[in-house]
């Protein structure tokens, strides 16, 4: 089945960094990724659309020059938290779809996801 | 925006009583897709709904989408300890909605659900 490799797993790490987590497609292409934060026991909150060679396409009320998102492949597509502060603490996940398919049909395959904790 | 609500939030069990899921929407949905995701993990797929009033069947549990294809409900018969999580359905918009929005998944809120043995 399609896999999505998300890394890292954990960062742990002190206000004012920049952070950048990695997600690829291992088995398949994926023209698109997306870009979820998730909260405890609170469901996933999409905050951007990757699309390979192209500018994201972010939701509302979310900061693009605070989360900067690069898909310069077809399998890889990284997510920047810069200067992270504590609020920015969270679970991030990817998720990416494959290409084959009835557009619109295609499942999402997420990443195992990173836990970003900001001191 | 595209909004899907899901009920219940939380959902607790005895091991071998059936639990059911369900998600609705004020508009119709071109498919809804189901989510399991495991305390501490990531959601992992497990079906996808196209047509008006079907049903699929994995196991224990059984899947429906509505004949206005506007809700959809997910039912494990019989749950066991390894069905504990958190179920989400998620539905993408319909065609000619056009841009991004036609490829985006909205989440439901999810419900929790936790199996006492």
């Known amino acids: 089945g399609a896999v999505v490799s998300q890394h890292p797993s954990r960062v742990i790490c002190k206000s004012g960094t920049s952070v950048k987590i990695e997600c690829r497609s291992l088995?398949?292409?994926?023209?698109?990724m997306f870009w979820y934060r998730q909260f405890p026991k609170q469901s996933l909150m999409l905050m951007a659309t990757?699309?390979?060679?192209?500018?994201?396409?972010?939701e509302q009320g979310v900061e693009k020059d605070k989360f900067l998102i690069n898909h310069a492949s077809l399998t890889l597509s990284t997510l920047t938290v810069t200067s992270a502060h504590p609020e920015d603490s969270s679970f991030y996940i990817c998720?990416?779809?494959?290409?084959?398919?009835?557009?619109?049909?295609?499942?999402?395959?997420f990443g195992d996801g990173t836990r970003l904790s900001i001191l | 925006g595209q909004q899907v609500m899901q009920i219940p939030q939380y959902q607790h069990v005895q091991e071998g009583e059936d639990f059911t899921t369900y998600c609705n929407s004020s508009?119709?949905?071109?498919?809804i897709q189901w989510y399991k995701q495991r305390p501490g993990g990531h959601p992992v797929f497990l079906i996808q709904?196209?047509?008006?009033?079907e049903v699929k069947k994995q196991k224990r549990l059984t899947f429906q989408f509505g004949e206005a294809k506007k809700n959809s409900s997910l039912h494990i018969t019989a749950t066991q300890t390894t069905d504990v999580g958190t179920y989400f359905c998620?539905?993408?918009?319909?065609?000619?909605?056009?841009?991004?929005?036609?490829?985006?998944?909205?989440f439901g809120q999810g419900t929790i659900l936790t199996v006492h043995p």
């Open positions: 998720s990416a779809r494959t290409t084959t398919g009835v557009i619109g049909n295609q499942p999402q395959h």
């Open positions: 088995d398949f292409q994926a023209t698109t």
């Open positions: 990757s699309n390979e060679g192209s500018k994201a396409t972010y």
């Open positions: 508009t119709t949905l071109s498919n």
């Open positions: 709904l196209v047509k008006s009033g």
């Open positions: 998620a539905a993408r918009t319909g065609p000619g909605a056009g841009g991004t929005s036609y490829g985006k998944l909205t």
